[in-house]
């Protein structure tokens, strides 16, 4: 490779990672642009990607390469913002920089305008990533609503059963039926509540909350299912480790796309699940011991 003879090697590669990484993210911003239908939004992620392509022309002074965006990293994120919204990508993106400010600093005593570029990239950045008005994240109100109700109720409810019963098939019909139930009566609440309170968009909101409960329902009931009829103390744990995952995921998406803590939300809706499939488990066994049925 050659290079300016003043930077050093351990420079040169640097550069080389942050041209790669700029113009496999202009590839990224450009492709995402093609699938957005809100304008401003669309305008936003060009206006990023262009930018982002600049950079990468500018590094190919240093490095006098031309380099091609990575095609399997853009077709993951173009993939995940099918599935998670752009927002969450673009913010992912952002959160997994090839180069610290650390690395910046360094690179600055050989490059002196690389901590310009560094500051201006992430507040310009910042800023129109800020401006991003994905309707997805408008119902994250609704879609919390949904999921933890769903868990809470469906795992106390699962737990109790799972001893009362001792039988997976009953267990899951049972679970089908409360989780179908709690459903349209969730959906119709979350619709009640956002219309008293005049919002426009009241159906999607209910459909938000009732995507994510029914989506947990069957995730839930899903193991009693699998396992045969009397391993319901497997399909228990099993139950309860797809909650705990369930948690995370969720917990680590809101995470990034709406930049709150982590640690303490998914400490607190695993503590209150788990907590409430204790309990409910234990009146499972109470219930079944005092009224002396035996199925």
Excluded at 60 to 83: A, F, G
Excluded at 193 to 201: C, L, M
Excluded at 208 to 222: E, H, K, N, Q, S
Excluded at 248 to 275: G, H, N, Q
Aim: charged letters at 20%; a positive charge.
């Amino acid at each position: 490779m050659e290079t300016d003879s003043k930077i050093s090697k351990k420079t040169s590669q640097t550069i080389l990672k942050l041209q790669q990484n700029e113009i496999t993210e202009h590839a990224i911003y450009m492709n995402l642009a093609k699938r957005v239908k809100k304008q401003g939004d669309r305008e936003i992620l060009q206006r990023i990607g262009r930018e982002e392509g600049m950079h990468s022309k500018l590094w190919s002074k240093y490095t006098k390469r031309e380099l091609k965006p990575q095609k399997l990293k853009v077709t993951i994120y173009s993939l995940l913002s099918i599935i998670l919204g752009y927002t969450f990508v673009i913010k992912l993106m952002e959160k997994g920089e090839v180069v610290s400010q650390n690395s910046y600093a360094l690179l600055t005593k050989e490059v002196p305008e690389a901590h310009k570029i560094y500051l201006d990239e992430q507040k310009h950045e910042e800023a129109l990533i800020n401006m991003l008005d994905e309707d997805r994240l408008q119902y994250v109100g609704s879609m919390v609503l949904g999921l933890n109700d769903a868990l809470v109720e469906l795992t106390g409810t699962l737990a109790g059963l799972s001893f009362a019963l001792q039988n997976n098939k009953l267990v899951a019909l049972s679970g089908l039926i409360t989780g179908i139930s709690a459903t349209l009566s969730m959906a119709s609440s979350e619709y009640l509540s956002a219309r008293s309170e005049g919002n426009a968009d009241a159906k999607k909101s209910a459909l938000y909350t009732g995507v994510m409960y029914i989506v947990a329902v069957i995730l839930l009931v899903l193991p009693y299912l699998i396992f045969p009829n009397s391993k319901y103390i497997h399909a228990l744990v099993t139950m309860l480790i797809i909650v705990v995952l369930i948690i995370l995921s969720f917990t680590y998406y809101i995470s990034v796309a709406k930049d709150l803590p982590f640690k303490k939300r998914f400490l607190e809706m695993a503590t209150i699940s788990l907590s409430v499939a204790g309990l409910s488990f234990i009146v499972g066994i109470l219930v079944k011991k005092f009224l002396g049925i035996d199925i």
